[in-house]
């Protein structure tokens, strides 16, 4: 159970060296970890655009809730006369 966690730990010290004697060099892994994090970090720049916009949202229907929750008092005012 334990010897995942010591082989991906010790994953990147055996790749560096390993990167470093191929022809291509650093460039594989670098581009490797470029192409794993990019997901990441659209998904978190959607997410923070999207979660602005649901504020904006949010804001609009409590302005029209409060007009309609006024309108709605003034006509149950009217119509209990």
Do not use: C
């Not at 670098?30 to 997410?47: D, E, K, N, Q, Y």
């Not at 904006?56 to 007009?67: C, F, L, N, P, R």
């Amino acid at each position: 159970m334990v010897q995942p966690v010591f082989y991906l730990n010790n994953l990147p010290a055996a790749a560096i060296p390993l990167a470093m004697k191929a022809h291509d060099g650093i460039i594989i892994p670098s581009a490797f970890a470029i192409a794993t994090g990019l997901p990441v970090i659209l998904a978190s720049i959607i997410l923070s655009q999207s979660l602005t916009q649901l504020g904006h949202y949010i804001g609009k229907m409590q302005q029209i809730e409060k007009w309609t929750r006024k309108t709605a008092a003034i006509i149950f005012i009217l119509a209990g006369t």
